[in-house]
């Protein structure tokens, strides 16, 4: 069930970024649900093997290259889902997976760990 709803979350802050950049276009509803479909299948077997391929750049940015991750994740999203979901370019990307990733943190605790203790 968390797994459906972060889809969910995920495909509407897809049409919000959609709504705010012009490098970023989602086709609809229907796109941005299958883009965050996707996006949580490659998080799930590309993103920890990128992420043990880049180790030492992580640890030497102090984490902070998993923004670059994130970015490369929705590239590849991007590759996948054709023209009804495209990113401008890898700063797009970049940009995206920062509001992505501050929107599900904020999400995250605002909304869903309330929840939890229900």
């Known amino acids: 069930m968390r797994w459906i709803i972060g ?20 086709s609809g509803i229907g796109a941005a649900i299958g883009a965050s479909f996707i996006l ?4 799930v077997l590309v993103k920890p093997i990128l992420i043990i ?12 290259f998993l923004f670059v991750i994130n970015a490369i994740t929705l590239l590849l999203t991007d590759g996948l889902m054709g ?16 509001i992505l990733s ?14 939890k203790e229900k």
């Open 7 to 26: 889809i969910l979350i995920n495909a509407v802050i897809f049409i919000a970024l959609a709504g705010f950049f012009d490098g970023f276009e989602v």
């Open 83 to 98: 023209s009804s979901f495209e990113l401008s370019g890898f700063g797009m990307a970049f940009l995206a997976s920062i």
């Open 40 to 43: 949580s299948i490659l998080n």
């Open 102 to 115: 501050l929107a599900n943190l904020v999400i995250q605790k605002a909304v869903l760990d309330p929840m």
């Open 53 to 64: 391929l880049t180790l030492p750049v992580t640890i030497l940015s102090l984490g902070l």
